[in-house]
């Protein structure tokens, strides 16, 4: 049994939770010493979970900024999403997901055939959006490096040879539901034998390697941990000081 | 404003004058560069990252994908390919890169890396004196990143290693050895007190105080300096609202300015301006603190005064209170009487300065107040006010003679939407700006004046 794939996989994935709980404590392990809350700022936790959802969910304030562009960093933003739902759905649990939606197996398969196109579909369609505006636009272009270029086309990779299972064919679900289902108990079964399949699981294996060392480390948080859009502003109504002082610039001074 | 085609390094020749030894000296910074600079610099880099989750968060997770680009007035004003925020922090992220990071150690060039070199520490200084940390780019970033904790921060680095403008530093050094940015004696703050009370007579027929180091006040009234001196209009203004409402109130020749430009340079200073207006209350034994027309003043007091010398609890809340919250709260309650048509044969708009309305939440307050006294006033286009305001050009420490080609290029987005409103007076609470836009008028054609908020209400308030 060749066993490269899952191997490499469990690698990959280590490497990403490793790395991402090593970017994740470095942010916080900084404190915020004074408050630069960008306002008007909500002055309740609730207010700030909606400030935050708003930011997480909808793009708000890159929709305030430019309409045009936040059109495929939100769509590619959320056919990525469905797209990992459709695999937890699809591959890692689908008896769940059939019984969660109340479907029968081949209304299932069904609705993952559609609903998969159409995500996959999207997610191509905005990756090679987001890279045209790159090399299009002025201001994108002269601001692009490598790695941003890198970054799009492993994606695009990943949705190609994903999406060549999808509408070409080849790929035994049972298959690689057994892999998947093997893999996560480690209980190993071998991968299925196509192998559009291998090149799919290598490179987002690549992915989850590069993740926590380039700017793909914002899927950790970027606008949660920001102290501009997470604090609360109401440095009047309560004192805002913390045990930072020993470590914080500021208290040098006194 | 229509974003301007990219015009390469058009920027780069224009630089604040660097502070020499009488400057940097009496701040606790090195009178030259020393000769292990880098190492030094990248220690300070280091620090910093270690107590501001700020700068360690947002030189990680910024994705360039350039929404923030057109919204820097001094990008939109040059077309300089540096200013534009993703850019500038750039110049910074990838000396952090190189040195800091995996991929920066491992793939240098591949991973957009570059060492600490003297043409870096040029465009540092270059750049990182072309932003006026008004923060609008943050207003439109997906995650919040604040170029303004970028440019504080590398500032903060040049200044360790003794590259600092010589304008903020000298602001500073009178700060700390008169207690204002202007360097105006006690004497002569006392005597421009009864010179205006002076002026206030003869405007009014009434004995209008202008009281200075009064023990036992109930108000300590800390404005920018510049009020005292060039914006009369403004210091009487204060003057008025108080006597009309008979509110018993001092200046401190101590803590006789509000501005603070340690947030310019680094906290350091920064906690250190901000202590004096602390001590001011605490010896002359008033009940509350009021911050006069400044922008930058109010985002340090309002947001920064209790983290750092605080706790404030001798005084009064809100603490301190911005003195268009207190006439705003005077006029809802009923409490002056207020002619209108005192300020009639002007059309006046608002400029919300960038630390009022983006770092104090101080956005409704003047408008309150301006509707209440004037009545043609219009607002500037809704992209251009509110937390979207557009910097007169002058805030951040830009203020400064030798970078007049910048400021008026910042101010470009400014002036074209206040074109727009056909305004003839232009108020706004902020010392910066007043001193910016008259010279950004003259610069640009405009025939228009610049006025306080306090300027135009005491006009209309009635005693």
């Known amino acids: 049994m060749n066993l490269a794939l899952p191997v490499l996989l469990y690698a990959a994935v280590a490497v990403f939770l490793l790395g991402m709980g090593w970017r994740i404590s470095w942010w916080l392990r900084a404190p915020a010493p004074l408050k630069i809350v960008l306002t008007p700022a909500p002055k309740t936790f609730s207010g700030v979970a909606v400030r935050l959802a708003g930011e997480i969910f909808t793009f708000r304030s890159l929709f305030k900024g430019d309409r045009y562009f936040w059109i495929p960093a939100w769509l590619f933003h959320l056919s990525l999403a469905l797209l990992l739902i459709g695999h937890l759905g699809g591959l890692v649990m689908p008896k769940v997901a059939e019984a969660t939606l109340g479907l029968d197996e081949s209304q299932f398969e069904h609705l993952a055939q559609v609903a998969g196109s159409v995500a996959g579909i999207l997610a191509i369609s905005t990756v090679l959006w987001l890279l045209i505006r790159r090399q299009v636009g002025e201001r994108p272009r002269s601001i692009s490096h490598f790695s941003d270029f890198f970054a799009l086309i492993l994606l695009l990779l990943i949705l190609g040879t994903g999406s060549h299972m999808r509408f070409m064919g080849g790929l035994d679900i049972m298959q690689a539901r057994q892999f998947v289902a093997g893999w996560l108990m480690f209980h190993l079964v071998p991968p299925p034998s196509n192998p559009v399949f291998a090149a799919h699981v290598i490179l987002v294996s690549v992915l989850l390697i590069y993740i926590p060392f380039s700017k793909l480390v914002h899927i950790g948080g970027a606008a949660l941990f920001s102290p501009t859009l997470n604090q609360r502003n109401n440095p009047r109504e309560r004192r805002y000081a913390g045990p930072w002082g020993a470590a914080a610039s500021i208290s040098k001074s006194k | ?463």
């Open chain 2, 1 to 463: 404003m229509k974003a301007p085609p990219l015009c390469p390094n058009i920027a780069a020749n224009v630089h604040a004058h660097r502070a020499k030894k009488e400057y940097l000296e009496p701040l606790g910074l090195p009178a030259e560069r020393p000769a292990d600079w880098r190492a030094k610099a990248l220690d300070k880099f280091r620090e910093l990252l270690h107590e501001r989750r700020s700068l360690s968060l947002y030189m990680d997770v910024c994705v360039r994908c350039g929404a923030c680009a057109d919204k820097c007035p001094f990008f939109l004003g040059t077309g300089d390919p540096n200013n534009m925020p993703v850019a500038r922090a750039e110049l910074f992220r990838k000396v952090y890169r190189r040195y800091f990071t995996a991929a920066g150690k491992l793939a240098g060039r591949l991973a957009t890396a570059e060492d600490l070199t003297d043409d870096v520490l040029d465009q540092w200084f270059t750049y990182f004196y072309q932003c006026s940390e008004c923060r609008r780019c943050a207003v439109f970033c997906p995650f919040g990143v604040d170029t303004a904790e970028i440019t504080m921060a590398a500032r903060e680095i040049m200044a360790s290693i003794g590259v600092a403008p010589k304008y903020t530093t000298e602001v500073i050094r009178k700060a700390n050895e008169i207690g204002n940015n202007l360097g105006i004696p006690l004497a002569a703050w006392k005597d421009s007190a009864e010179f205006l009370e002076q002026e206030l007579k003869e405007q009014t027929g009434k004995d209008i105080k202008m009281p200075v180091d009064q023990e036992g006040a109930e108000v300590l009234l800390v404005p920018p300096s510049a009020d005292m001196f060039a914006n009369a209009d403004t210091m009487m203004g204060y003057a008025k609202l108080f006597y009309a409402v008979g509110v018993n109130w001092t200046t401190s020749t101590y803590a006789s300015e509000a501005g603070n430009f340690g947030l310019f340079l680094n906290y350091e200073q920064l906690q250190k301006i901000n202590r004096r207006i602390v001590d001011a209350a605490r010896n002359l034994r008033v009940k509350r603190l009021i911050i006069g027309e400044c922008g930058h003043a109010w985002r340090a007091a309002q947001a920064f005064t209790d983290t750092l010398n605080g706790p404030l609890h001798f005084l009064q809340k809100p603490c301190p209170e911005h003195i268009c919250e207190f006439a705003a709260r005077l006029i809802r309650g009923g409490w002056l009487k207020l002619d209108k048509s005192a300020n009639d044969g002007v059309t006046v708009t608002y400029h919300d300065p960038c630390n009022l309305a983006r770092g104090g939440g101080l956005i409704d307050e003047p408008r309150e107040i301006l509707r209440a006294v004037v009545n043609d006033f219009r607002e500037m286009p809704a992209d251009t006010i509110r937390e979207k305001t557009f910097c007169c050009g002058g805030g951040g420490g830009l203020l400064t003679e030798e970078l007049m080609q910048t400021r008026m290029n910042g101010a470009k987005p400014r002036v074209e939407a206040f074109r727009t409103t056909g305004a003839d007076l232009l108020a706004t609470p902020c010392a910066i700006c007043k001193a910016q836009f008259p010279e950004v008028f003259k610069h640009y054609g405009v025939d228009a004046r610049v006025v306080g908020v306090m300027d135009l209400l005491a006009k209309a308030i009635v005693i």
